[in-house]
């Protein structure tokens, strides 16, 4: 089942153990099942998605905020890494609670 945020289509859910992600560019988000849906821990993005994933520090985080279950989706981009980034920062923005395991967003002034 595929998830439409911001206009693009994120394939899973994944299980976190046991998926192996595509080694392309591309943005992923971790979530849990919560309350009939699924709550974001945290959106991320990286020129390869499995290896950005696999090194990801907010492993700990994920199983603190973990309700029921871990998954991750994926969505493979072949955008520059600023554009990436900016629709990364679009979505985190955009949600409507804050987003646990994420890190800090640092402004330029």
Known sequence: MAIVMDKMI???????DGHE???SSGIYFVST???????ILGIYDGD???A???FNG???CWKKYS????????VITNTSKEKREAARYKMINDRFYT?????????DF
């Open 48 to 50: 390869d998605i499995a």
């Open 21 to 23: 992600l595509p080694n």
């Open 99 to 107: 987003l646990p395991c994420i890190d800090p967003i640092s402004d």
């Open 52 to 54: 950005s994933f696999r």
């Open 58 to 60: 907010n492993r700990q």
């Open 10 to 16: 994120f394939e899973g859910p994944f299980e976190i």
């Open 33 to 39: 099942k919560s309350a009939g849906g699924i709550k």
């Open 67 to 74: 309700d029921d279950g871990l998954t991750v989706y994926y």
